[in-house]
């Protein structure tokens, strides 16, 4: 785990252990308070029916205000709503929950593939604690001189399955703590679901491009819980 360790610390890690944060991700506001292994995670937008919702997630509940009411959700779409909130704020601060303990972690080296060195991390999840998506797989690429992330890649299985591989392509420290962009991929044979290959895919022009994945607006504050509630 040291290489991850040294990451988070690179990231500022240390600075979202307290912290406050707001970003806009397309076209939605998010806002992520933290104290510890406490938190809560907020999204807010207008609909197609022009109306006004907003998601909040803590460790125990989820719940969907729609024109400040208490939305009636099946279990089924309050799973995947919660689901969706937490996937943007991990990746938003990766690499900072690589050292949760639901993370299974295998350290493979060093690859050449980019045209610099990087060190590669596989990163499997346990049952216990590792979300619904406990079953996927993800790699990670931390350059070897300063421990950035630069590179990722996953596949998944809801929806039919596929694979993604992310290249971060800007990267700003706000308030001690790096926010990157990153262009999303998807490997030209979908087939290919080995996350550990991709890297040599990405090099030999393997992959197609499906979006960007871009922060906007982002701010940062050192707060408590209590000050956020």
Do not use: C
């Amino acid at each position: 785990r040291w290489v991850v360790e040294q990451a988070i610390i690179q990231h500022g890690g240390s600075e979202l252990d307290t912290s406050l944060v707001n970003f806009f991700f397309r076209e939605r506001v998010y806002t992520a308070a933290r104290v510890g292994n406490e938190f809560l995670y907020e999204r807010s937008y207008i609909d197609k029916e022009e109306q006004n919702v907003k998601d909040a997630l803590n460790s125990q509940t989820f719940t969907r205000m729609i024109n400040g009411e208490p939305a009636e959700l099946t279990a089924k779409d309050s799973s995947a709503y919660a689901n969706s909130l937490n996937s943007v704020m991990y990746f938003a601060f990766l690499p900072y929950f690589l050292t949760d303990p639901a993370v299974n972690m295998e350290y493979q080296g060093v690859t050449e593939a980019f045209g610099k060195s990087h060190h590669e991390l596989k990163v499997t999840f346990g049952e216990e604690g590792g979300g619904k998506d406990f079953e996927d797989e993800y790699a990670y690429w931390f350059s070897t001189d300063d421990f950035t992330l630069n590179y990722l890649a996953y596949n998944f299985l809801v929806n039919g399955g596929g694979a993604r591989f992310r290249e971060a392509y800007t990267s700003r420290r706000i308030a001690g703590v790096i926010f990157q962009d990153y262009i999303n991929y998807k490997p030209l044979d979908e087939a290919r679901r080995d996350v550990l290959a991709f890297d040599e895919l990405f090099a030999a022009g393997q992959m197609d491009t499906l979006s960007r994945i871009v922060l906007e607006e982002v701010e940062v504050d050192d707060v408590g819980m209590e000050d956020y509630k």
